[in-house]
C-alpha cells in the first residue's frame, strides 16, 4: 500500500494489518481522492479517519496538506500497527499533527461531540449496522462513507456523490447546515 499524492507520494506505509481490517483499494482510494479535487481543500484541513484500519486514507490527506489527522481503531494489534506506522514516517515527507485513538467509534464520537471536521472518512466492517448514529453524532464538513450497501438517509447531510465499485459503496456527503 502507498501514498498516492501529495509530499509523500510513492511512500510505502507498512505495518501489520491482520484479518479483520479490509483496505480501501488502491482502485477506490484512487476514485475517491478524484472525486474529492474540487470538493476539498486539504490545506490546513482537519480530518477524522473513523474504523482507520491501515489508516491509509488519512496519510493520503496528510501527504496533500492537512493539518491535522485523528485515527480512530478499537481493534488493539491494528491501532498499535498504526502508531508504529507512524513514527516511520519522516516529518520531511508529511507536516501533520497525528493522533492514534484506541476507542469504538460510536463511542468516540459521543465523547467528542464537539469536535469538528473537515473531511471525515467512514469504512466500518461491512456487518456495521449503526451508520445513524454515526451519522446523526459525527459533526464534519464532507463525509467519504464505505459500505457494502446504500446508507440511510441522514437528517444533517445530504448525498452529493455516489459510486459503486463492486460490493463497495461510497458516498460522499455534505453537511446541510
Known sequence: MRVQ????????????????????????????????????????ARVLDLFAGTGALGFECASRGASSVVFVESNIATSKSLSK??????KDDIECDFKVVQFDAVTYLKRNAT??????????????DEWSE????????????????????????????????????????????
Open 85 to 90: 506506522t507512524l513514527g516511520l514516517l519522516s
Open 134 to 177: 454515526i451519522l446523526d453524532t459525527l459533526n464534519a464538513k464532507i463525509i467519504v462513507a464505505e459500505s457494502n450497501r446504500e446508507l440511510p438517509q441522514a437528517i444533517r447531510y445530504e448525498r452529493i456523490k455516489f459510486k459503486k465499485y463492486g460490493d463497495t459503496y461510497v458516498s460522499f456527503l455534505k453537511r446541510t447546515f
Open 5 to 44: 499524492g501529495g509530499s509523500a507520494k510513492g511512500r510505502k506505509l507498512g505495518g501489520n494489518i491482520g484479518a479483520n481490517v479490509r483496505p480501501t483499494t488502491a482502485r477506490v482510494k484512487k476514485s475517491i481522492f478524484d472525486s474529492l479535487f474540487n470538493v476539498v481543500d486539504f490545506q490546513g
Open 115 to 128: 469536535a469538528q471536521f473537515d473531511l471525515a472518512f467512514v469504512d466500518p466492517p461491512y456487518v456495521f
